[in-house]
């Protein structure tokens, strides 16, 4: 009987089990996918490639200039370890500002838990907001128009 018992109530964890993980899975939202022909769709596109190492679409994104002044080879070596950041944190929209002739800036905030630190009271984060610049291109496309995160300082590339 007491046997009956235990594998009736392991039965019955393991439903309530089941039944968390699908309710989690469910009610899990994934980010809005903005469309591909606007500035922070650009943005969130350039992002994801860094985070999937998908260094030949991210450098897509750059203008025309801007490849010219940096091969895909050197501007990759510079940009590796975005994937790590990009891991690591929530990225999230803070606005886009539209400038004049064809130009718009889209405001990015990066935040992470900040490493814990010895009889550390309340967890603390780490954000750093970034700004990317945009500009219109002939054809109707939206390319960054300065060397976008992660390269410091901006314009450098070997």
């Not at 490639?49 to 260094?55: D, R, S, T, V, Y």
């Not at 945009?134 to 300065?146: C, N, P």
């Amino acid at each position: 009987m007491a046997r009956g018992v235990l594998i009736a109530l392991g039965i019955g964890g393991g439903l309530l089990v089941g039944i968390a993980v699908l309710a989690v899975l469910l009610t899990r939202r994934e980010p809005p996918l903005y469309p591909p022909t606007t500035p922070e769709g650009v943005t969130q596109r350039y992002l994801q490639a860094l985070a999937q190492e998908q260094w030949a679409e991210a450098y897509t994104y750059l203008a025309p200039d801007l490849q010219a002044r940096c091969t895909l080879d050197a501007w990759q070596s510079q940009v590796a370890f975005a994937r790590y950041t990009l891991e690591q944190s929530a990225v999230l929209l803070r606005g886009v500002d539209y400038r004049d002739e064809g130009t718009v800036v889209v405001r990015v905030v990066f935040s992470q838990p900040a490493p814990p630190r010895p009889f550390q009271l309340t967890p603390q984060d780490w954000t750093s907001e970034h700004q990317f610049r945009l500009k219109r291109q002939a054809d109707g496309s939206w390319k960054f128009a300065v060397f976008p995160w992660p390269l410091w300082p901006e314009g450098q590339c070997p």
